[in-house]
């Protein structure tokens, strides 16, 4: 637990940093974009990589945390924080609700039940014109703002975002060494071997669900508040895969892995303007590459990595001698 | 061990391009080049590449040339948000054109708001430009205007009662919105009010129930393939009732995908891009519509659409002003205000400080399809 702590402080140590070795402008603005990614990709990691269930509609709850702190901040005068709390808990309620008959489903079946839920909540903030403003969007929604601190700029918002993200990151490293991380890995090996040995899968699959909801709509609420305009098509299908793709690229199961995947197919795509009309091509070509020589994603290609200066080292200290 | 290599060398070779850039009159656009609205981005990136080139040939604006920074917003919100803080900040350019979207341009909005930059949309949202704000304009003609058309040319002949038919999308939703209140204000009456969802491909019930409640008129507003559904259930069912599109429609696919049988008879307010070939030598848009669309078929070898046209205008609004004014942030949205019977694909342009788009009802013609194909009325 130790070295993980260590680890972790060395992590937000270097993440903390980054602003001061980049000149603002442009990147700094997409490192704020990375932050919010992170915490959606170490919530459906939580999910996926630790228990083993998959979720394609993480989107919807990163939309209904957008659009409730949008709405009760705009059209009701709410002050930012208290809207963002009762959002988060009104989302981790639903989550709990749902999660009982959901998590039920295995496999495929899972797959579909929350890709259904997605899209009904997609559909709703598309036509339920009045209150959400339909498909062209609801623009307005105030900045966050402590006293007489605003984050109105990206340096701000940097921080305030990144702060968000690494205790996200640090709850689920922590959750992760726990017991509950122990019993969560074992219903994701085998879910009636967990059962047998006392483990109450059904209520944590479904405490884990409500987990995973709760980060997702954090991050929407700050999006909204970042942003400060919100429209349905952020937070449709696609980008409940795009998310899949930021956890499996990142590598399953790993915290780490999910900021350096959620890092990766953020900036991927500013990297590849320089190729142009080539640049959805080449994005695709290195997503294949890197599955198939990575399949335990960015991390493992990291460790490996790791495995190899360290084999090198004693090798050269031994010439030495 | 020698994959990994191989793989990490490939990630570090593409992040280490970079690009160069010169020091031209820079002005940035943000078009949804793919995704959804790649039938907007596509036509509108064409279109600014072809006039940059132009304008270089004839050695820029005030002997400066000019250099277009073009990016895909992917029609998303947040990549266009993205985007146009790297346009300013990185790029450093004095205007931006577009996006392509409503949904994007309110998000980019308030960015550009706040860094103070001209903003010039191709989107039609009427949200966009009202309430006025002093850096945001945009090129396409608000749909009331569209709206207005139809009713003032269904009142000449004597329609009263009105049966709404709309699309369940940003389009549809305003569309339905102006029209109701355009009803409300010229004291006409609103007897039916139908939606459809963007992909239904059968619309009989809706039409059922509007030909129970027994209009003078229908009036139908979406963008294909919904209108072209509805305009073959018409005939199906043996509805006499005239049937009005939108704006939404002024394309030769309409009338492809409704078949000309059905499309026969069927009246909507066009662009004039779309009639270019029909308007009398004395309209004053005549002569550029007609360039604009040869130069186009020349550079890509397909018709010029309207969308470019959203991207045209707003291209010559920026260099009208920068002629006039000079490039400074201020200097260039005075200069966009200014504007005065400028005219573009979409209209004549008269921009003030309480209307940011410039455009009025003659930036339409009222048209009726006539054995497939457009034919001016009033």
Redesign the interface.
Known sequence: MRRELIKFALFAAVALAVPATIK???LL??LV?VGINTMLAVALNLLLGFAGQISLGQAAFYGLGAYLSGILTTTYGWNPWTAMAVAAMAVGLLAFVIGFPILKLKGHYLAMATLGFGIIIYIVL??Y?DVTG????F?GVPGLGIGNLHF?S?LKSYYLVWTMALLVMLLAVNLTQSRIGRALRAIHDSEVAARVLGVNARLLKVQVFTCSAVISCLAGSL?AHT?????P??FGFHFSVELLTMVIIGGLGSIYGSCLGAALLTL????????QDYD?V?YGL?LI??TM??PGGLVQ?FE??WA?IRRLWPGRAGQDA | ?R??A???M??CF??S???ALAEPLRIGALFSV?GPAAFLGEPEKNTLEMLVKEINAKGGVKGQPVEAVI?DTT?????A??LA??LI??DKVVAIIGPST??ET??V??VTE?EQIPLVSCAA?I?ITDPVNAWTFKTPANDHIAGEKILNYAVSKGQKNFALLTV???FG??GREQLKALLAKKGLALVADETFGPKDTDMTAQLTKIRAANPDAIICWGTNPGPAVVTRNVKQLGIKTPLYMSHGVASKKYIELAGVDAAEGVMLPAGKLAVFDKLPETDPQAKLLKEYDAAYRKAYGVEASTFGGYAYDAFQLIIGAVQKNGAGAEQLRSGLEQASKMVGVSGSFTMSSSDHNGLDLSAFEMVRITAGDWAIIQ
């Not at chain 1, 339909?134 to 969007?137: D, V």
């Not at chain 1, 942003?227 to 429209?231: D, G, P, R, Y």
């Open positions: 603002g402008g442009y603005n997409v974009f598309n036509e014109v339909g498909p062209s969007g623009s109105d990206d999006y942003v400060t305009f919100i429209s098509s952020t991927l795509p500013e990297f590849l303007r320089t190729f959805i080449v290195l590459v890197m020589f990575l290609g490996m990595l190899g | 061990m994959r990994l191989a793989t990490w490939v990630i593409v992040l391009a970079g690009a793919t990016y029609g998303d919100p947040t990549k948000v993205q803080t790297k900040k990185d409503t949904g309110m998000a909005k308030p706040k949202g949200k369940s999308d940003g939703a305003s």
